[in-house]
């Protein structure tokens, strides 16, 4: 299932969509052959510097493993990832219990180096490795009936000392519409920085969808359901009021208790300023067609 992308790229280009092509594919389009297509380029924008592995894997949001951003690294060591499934149910062709190995061994794992924007208003820039959701549900063969994907991750109170808090209604769930789950810039990752995934970030395998406040990004995924409702989300559970089903990032539309138009890039230092947040984080070019004719602002 390798996956082509045009190269029609131009230098000016190369960002935001480069965030999304793989390294050897971004390197065959800087190479001048494949130079073609100057008309229409996007707004330039600064090449995406990726953040450090200690940065990524340090700064965590894993609230199965604590609250603190600290407390994932130090805790999800824990967590059995080996053997490993998931299971696909619901409105798919081929429901079951497809084991961590079977799917790698289907899956091509290209780098996708993408924005990653919390909905606290701090971001990095993560070099992920993994495969396209659309790749994943395939194996299931998705049906003509289903509208929604929902995701649920491991629940395990031997190893999630986090579980003892009602912090949210534990499994932490999440959803995405069926259009939005298929896009290709959807993928399901399995690496960071060309290494296998670190517990804390969500091994062995979470969703990585950059337009979206990263709690959409569901860690470490036993379960997806194919249905033809919404389905409950964690944190929309938690507080309806301010978190949404679609959790765009959106620059104009802020959170109840914080503005949401800039964010603190994690490892540009104590004095750094602030950066402008992007529409859908950057990625307005590529998903806003998803949205045409929506209200942002009450579905937010
Ligand atoms: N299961 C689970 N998934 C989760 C979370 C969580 O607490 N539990 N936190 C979310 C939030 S708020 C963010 S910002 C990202 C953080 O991903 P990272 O730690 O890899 O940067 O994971 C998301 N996925
Ligand atoms: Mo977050």
New binding site residues.
Partial sequence: MAHRWTNDLTYDDITPRAAYLNRRQILAAMGGTALVGLAGAGEAQEALEPNGWDE?TS??????FGTNKDD?SRYAGQLTTDPWSVTIDGLVERPGEYSFADIIAKMTIEERIYR?R???AWS?V?PWNGFELADLLDLAGVTSDARYVAFE?AYRPEEMPGLRFPVIDWP?V?GLRLDEALHPLTIMATGIHGRPIPN???APL?LVVPWK????????VVRITLTDKEPPT?WNKANPREYGFYSNVNPTVDHPRWSQASERRIGAGLFARREPTLMFNGYEAEVASLYEGMDLRANF
């Fill in positions: 990524i700064y965590c949001n894993y609230y199965e994932p990653f919390c909905v606290e990095m993560v991750t932490y999440e804390q970030n969500g979470r406040y990263g709690f959409k990004s569901i860690k470490s964690a």
